[in-house]
């Protein structure tokens, strides 16, 4: 699995399997973040089947679903929530872990300044400069 740390408590990821979940568990991590909708590509796992797989080794599971490089309110506020009520680690994913580090610069759960949040973003391999004008 290609888990890119943003921080000590939340990391990003490309899809992975159900059976992945019991490293993760072994990892540390309590909370798993979709951000793919059900059907994106055929051979993905639905999110039925990745929470059943998490919720059985431990792993709170969030479904967070956003496409088409559309990041509305609502998936903001409920991705913050989430990085702001979990006590551990987080991994979200999506297809490449674009969206996921998009909405957690977004959602800025740390309360850091945007130029932060930009280098963060970068130093796990994702440029998000294009996000400049929407971060306050």
């Known amino acids: 699995m290609d888990i890119r740390q943003v921080t000590p ?6 899809q992975f ?10 990892q540390g991590f ?3 973040v979709c951000n793919r909708p059900d059907g994106e590509e055929d051979s993905q796992p639905g999110a039925g089947e990745m929470r059943e797989a998490a ?4 792993i709170a599971f969030h479904h967070i679903p956003v496409s088409g490089g559309q990041f509305p309110d609502a998936a903001v506020a409920a991705f913050r929530a989430v ?16 969206r996921s580090i998009t909405l957690d ?8 300044p945007p ?6 973003a970068s130093d ?5 400069t294009n996000l400049s004008d929407r971060l306050t």
């Open 30 to 32: 309590v909370a798993v």
């Open 83 to 98: 990085r702001r009520g979990t006590d551990g680690p987080v991994l979200a994913y999506c297809r490449t872990g674009t």
């Open 9 to 14: 408590k939340f990391s990003v990821a490309p």
């Open 124 to 128: 796990a391999g994702y440029d998000l």
């Open 17 to 26: 399997q159900p059976a992945d979940l019991t490293a993760l568990a072994g």
């Open 55 to 58: 919720e059985a080794n431990g």
């Open 105 to 112: 610069t977004l959602a800025n759960p740390d309360d850091i």
């Open 115 to 120: 130029a932060e949040r930009l280098k963060r």
